[in-house]
Every structure is written in structure tokens, then in C-alpha cells.
């Protein structure tokens, strides 16, 4: 919102009353002799300076509104963004600037030969536009491949082939992050063209920092940005990782911690931290091809595969959604027998090493590695060796982004605390599902259905750790889409909590989804928050009878 009157129905008809009744007063004490009560004069002199005074003490309380920290709080949209911006300067605080969501796009054409994507090459998915960052040339031949920007063609079975490139989307924010697999449609031609894919989620798409969360991050800028205090350490992260959007931190004397009892005494003695970080609306489905090993022959004729997955692949990752041959079109994922997570404690140059005895201590650090079986029931394995015969997957891999790097800057030497250690975890998941019905009468306008879907992922994905997600705040954002006779159902709301342990459990309300307080295994409050993927909203219509009266 400007500061200036940029039109004069801008001005509140009471307001500009009052300032009529003023400068009458005003006039009838300065000459008494004329009549300013009504008439020409009234009309044509007194009103339009009434409204030009008006128009300016509008100006002057817009500027009073964006310099007040507390106004802004109570109406950030009110307030002048560039005003904001200098206020809480004052404070080293500065906003932080939206960002272009960044992925790579797999390209599959049907013929193994050489094909060029030029630089600023324009591709079109969800009604957003992305560009290619630099020429590239898939080759036949990795022997070929000599510059950053040269690709190998890499065959995926069925006569295919596929290569990547990165590409930037031409606008800034969080509506163009693509999610892994969507497809997006080239707006130029590509020889033997068959489609293109995002390879993973995209990342980087962050939204400009609105003025109300300028607002709550004051009391950072003036902290001293150093892991002590909570205040402190929030500032630090801020400092770094602007796009962070909650944290929570469990220390001495919390019944969350168990790393401070590292002694024959069964008592705790300070000293750890455990950093719970959401640094994403919603985890980041990573695509990698990992090569597995045939381990067991099953009687059907099938087998059980296992492959690894390092520390540094997906750090702090929370589970595998899907594992799949390079060629499968199929949607679905074999069946995972088992996973065994564990701990790789190697040291790291520079960095400070936390102190981690048990799996469940360091479940979603940055020091998590894991073994997965699962079973392939597409490939036999009459011919193939156990132990010995490999293949090559394409596994999904769903993660919070960033926990690495946040946990490279706390236990670096620059920045650690030399009275103990912090261990970064990425925030307990609970996956939440969302499911409700619009009713109407015949003919009823109903709202578009991925609107609402976006709004209520929003909401959920910025409560930070609040510990209830209530369905009377889902149910009024969907009212604000919603027009003429159409109401909304009762709202069944799903939750399923993935434990430190690798257990799951799941809640179910119709009201308020309540995180339970189990802090043996390390979920809490304090620990979890909700993720609701839009995807996972479902919204049913139906047409109901309603009497004319």
C-alpha cells in the first residue's frame, strides 16, 4: 500500500465529515459574517478543502502505521513496504528478497542422437514459465561429454533416452516450485521429442518476506547471533537461512532429552541441544538412481534387492516413497521388506561431532545413513547370483532440505559453543490428510478446487510447532472461497506421525488433531509439526435440496 491518496473514494466519507465540520468551525470564527453551513461556498470551497485535509492526515496516519513496529504487527497490510523496510532497519533487520525456484528437468527423446537445448530455452508446466540456464548437448557417447553444460544420453529401456538440465523459472516465489515428476511442455521443438519431467522437487522458491513476518522477527535483529540463548540461536539461524519457517529448541532439563545423560548417573547434566528445523513448506522428493544388489531369491520367482543410502545423499531424510526400474511408466513402488537406519559418525573437517549414542538420538540428522530391502516384482532372477548380480533403480526420497549445511554452520569453529553441542534435526513429520464436502444446490458456482487445495496447505504448512490443527481454521479459509448457497462439511482430518524410532502414529479427528506428548520418543509439541501436501486434500461436491420459500 502507498503512503499517498492516490484517489479521494480512498477516504472514509466519517473522516472527511469530521474535517467539514472542522473547517466550517474554523471559518465561521475567522469571519463571522459568512454563512458556511451551506451554498455555494460550502459546496465548491469548504467540501473540496475538507477532502484535501482529509486526504492528508490519511496520509500522515499510513505513515505512523508503517513506522510503528506494534501497528505493523496489528495490520500489516496497511502499512508502506518501503516505510517497513527502513523501520525495521533500525533493528538489522532486513526482508528477505523472493527468490526463482530452481530444478533439474529430465528430457527423454525416443533416438540416441545428439540434441541441443539453447540457453533460455522456455518450458511451460502449471501455467509458469522456466528457462534453461545454458546451452546444452546431449551426446551419444560419455566419451563425448567435455564441458559442464554436455550431457550423455542414458538409455531407459523401451528405445528411450534421457538427459538432464537445470532450469530457473521466470518469476520469483513459492507458486513455481514443481513437484518431482511434473510434466512440463517445451515451447520450442526437440528432435524425437517424448517428454520432460522434473527430476526432483524444484527448490529455491522463496516468497518476499511479507510485513507482518518482518514484524516478528525484530526482537532477532537486536540479538546477539550466537548459540546461547533461544533468542540468540533463532537470530544466528535467520542470519543464514532466511527461508527457515519455524525451530524449536530442546535442551537441559527438557523431557525431549536424552543426549545430556551420557553417564552412569541417570540424570541429566546439560551441555547437548537438539535443534528441530523446519526449513521447508514442505519436504523435498529427491530423485536418485541407486544401484542394488540382489540379496535373496523369493519362491515366485521374484527377489528381495537391497541398496544404501549415504549421510550426505539426503541428509536427514524421512522415508522412501518410491523405488522403481529407470523405464517403469507405471505409478507405484515395490514393496520395502525392510529398512535399518544407523548412524555414521565419521568425523567432519572443521566441524564439531555431536555426541550420539543411539539411533533414535540422531534419526533425521544430518548423520543418518540407512540400508533398504525391498522386493522387485518385475525383474526374474533365474539367471542373476545372489550377492553378486546388480541393477539400477530410480528411488524417491523425501527430505527436509538444508539440515546439513544449518549443521555445518552450529558445529563449525566460528560459531560452535565450546560448553557443548547442537545437534540439528529436521522437525518430527505428521502427515496430514484432509478430506470434506461441498454442498450446493443444483447449478451452485463452485470455487476452483486447486485454490482451495493451495490456501489450506498454506495455512498448515506455517503453523510452525503449534501442536493442534484445528478444522474450524481449515473451515473458514475455505469459506472465503465459497459463494451464494454453498457450505462445507464436517472436515475429517488424518495424521500419521513417522517417530524418531521408525514407527508411525496416527491420529484422526474431526475438530482438532492434537500431537500426542510422548517425549520417550521424542514427539511433542515442541518436536512435530504438521505437513499437509495438497495433494492430499480431497473434495468431494454434491448437490442438496434446498426449498424455495
Sequence with gaps: ??????????????????????????????????????????????????????????????????????????????????????????????????????????????????????????????????????????????????????????????????????????????????????????????????????????????????????????????????????????????????????????????????????????????????WYVRSNRLPRKLGLTKTATLVQKTADGYGIWQFGLGRDEAPGFYDVLVIQLPSSNIAGTFEITSETRTMDMTPILGELTPDITALTEGTFSRYQASVIRFKDSITTTSDLVTGTSTQDYAVTVRAMPDIAEIQSLVGGTGTRNHGGDVLVRAAVPCFVSAAFTLEGQQGALLPPPDDIRNALAEYVNTLGFNGRLHASALSDIIHDYLTGKVAVSSIDMNGEILRPEGSLRRIRSAETLIIPSEPAKMVTARTTVFILDPADVVISARTVNIPRV
Design 1 to 274: 500500500m502507498t503512503i499517498e491518496v492516490q484517489d479521494l473514494s480512498e477516504l472514509s466519507s466519517e473522516a472527511v465529515r469530521q474535517k467539514l465540520e472542522f473547517v466550517k468551525e474554523l471559518m465561521q470564527e475567522e469571519h463571522p459574517l459568512l454563512d458556511p453551513r451551506r451554498g455555494v461556498f460550502a459546496d465548491l470551497v469548504l467540501l473540496p478543502s475538507a477532502q484535501h485535509s482529509a486526504a492528508i492526515q490519511e496520509e500522515i496516519n499510513r505513515l505512523r502505521r508503517s513506522s510503528s513496529i506494534k501497528e505493523i504487527s496489528e495490520n500489516p497490510e496497511l502499512a508502506d513496504d518501503d516505510i517497513v523496510d527502513a523501520t525495521v532497519s533500525n533493528y538489522l533487520i532486513e526482508r528477505r528478497a523472493g527468490t526463482a525456484a530452481t530444478g533439474e528437468v529430465t528430457i527423454i527423446v525416443s533416438k540416441l542422437a545428439t540434441t541441443t537445448i539453447p540457453s533460455g530455452a522456455a518450458f511451460v508446466a502449471n501455467g509458469r514459465e522456466f528457462t534453461s540456464d545454458a546451452v546444452y548437448v546431449a551426446k551419444t557417447s560419455a566419451s563425448n561429454v567435455i564441458s559442464e553444460t554436455d550431457r550423455a544420453l542414458s538409455p531407459i529401456g523401451n528405445g528411450n533416452y534421457e538427459f538432464t538440465i537445470n532450469v530457473t523459472a521466470a518469476v520469483t516465489g513459492s507458486s513455481s516450485l514443481l513437484t518431482k515428476n511434473t510434466q512440463l511442455v517445451p515451447q520450442f521443438a526437440i528432435s524425437n521429442f517424448v517428454k520432460a519431467v522434473a527430476a526432483s522437487d524444484f527448490s529455491s522458491g522463496v516468497d518476499a518476506e511479507t510485513n507482518a513476518q518482518l514484524a516478528d522477527k525484530v526482537s532477532l535483529g537486536l540479538s546477539a547471533k550466537a548459540l546461547s540463548g533461544p533468542n540468540n540461536m533463532k537470530a544466528l539461524l535467520n542470519d543464514s537461512f532466511s527461508a527457515v519457517l519455524a525451530s524449536s529448541i530442546i535442551g537441559f532439563g527438557d523431557p525431549e532429552m536424552f543426549r545430556d545423560q551420557h553417564t552412569i548417573l541417570p540424570i541429566s547434566l546439560g551441555g547437548r541441544a537438539d
